[in-house]
C-alpha cells in the first residue's frame, strides 16, 4: 500500500512482535502510545474469543449503566450461542475530543468461529442484539440513538442496526 491507509481505515501493525487490529485515524507519534505500547483507545489485540463486543470510544465516557446493560447483552449471547464472548471497555482518553450523536456498540466475530456457523451466529446476535438495544431506548437509558455493527472475521460488517433507521443494509452503507 502507498502512503497512509484511508480514514476510519481497519489496520492491522506489528507493535514489537504483536499483532494488533485497530482502526486508523492519524498517524502515531511516541506521546500517543500507551505505557502497555498500544494507541490509546484506538487498538487492542485480536479477540481470543469467539465473539468480542466493544464499547466507548477515546472521546466518550462509559456510564455504568451502559456498561451493566453491556455485561448483560454478552451474556445473553453466551446463553443464546453457547460461544465464548468477550467484552471490551474502550476508556475515555483525557483531552481527546469527538462528536458521538450515535452510542454504537461493536460485535465482532472471531475468526475461530466455523464459516458454516456464521450465519447462524450473526442471525441470533443481531435478534437478542436489537432486543435490548429496542428496551433500553424505551427505558430512556443512555443516549436516545444507539446502534449496533456485527462484524465478520474478516472485520467487514456483516448487519447493522439503529434505533434511529431500522436495519440498514450494509452494502449500501460502501
Do not use: C
Request: no cysteine.
Amino acid at each position: 500500500m502507498d502512503g497512509l491507509p484511508r480514514l476510519g481505515q481497519r489496520v492491522t501493525i506489528d507493535l514489537d512482535g504483536t499483532l494488533v487490529d485497530g482502526v486508523f485515524f492519524f498517524p502515531a507519534t511516541k506521546h500517543d502510545l500507551a505505557p502497555e505500547g498500544f494507541l490509546y483507545a484506538d487498538m487492542t489485540p485480536k479477540p481470543e474469543a469467539d465473539v468480542r463486543i466493544s464499547i466507548g470510544k477515546a472521546y466518550e465516557n462509559v456510564s455504568d449503566e451502559r456498561r451493566e446493560a453491556t455485561e448483560a447483552l454478552a451474556e445473553d449471547f453466551r446463553e443464546v450461542t453457547g460461544l465464548s464472548v468477550d467484552l471490551e471497555v474502550i476508556e475515555r482518553v483525557p483531552k481527546r475530543m469527538g462528536i458521538g450523536p450515535v452510542e454504537w456498540t461493536a460485535i465482532y466475530i472471531g475468526v475461530k468461529v466455523a464459516d458454516t456457523l456464521i450465519e447462524k451466529v450473526t442471525s441470533d446476535l443481531y435478534a437478542k442484539a436489537k432486543q435490548r438495544f429496542t428496551d433500553r431506548k424505551a427505558k430512556g437509558e443512555g443516549r436516545p440513538n444507539k446502534g449496533f455493527v456485527i462484524y465478520g472475521p474478516d472485520g467487514k460488517p456483516l448487519r447493522r442496526w439503529d434505533t434511529e433507521n431500522g436495519d440498514s443494509d450494509v452494502d449500501e452503507k460502501r
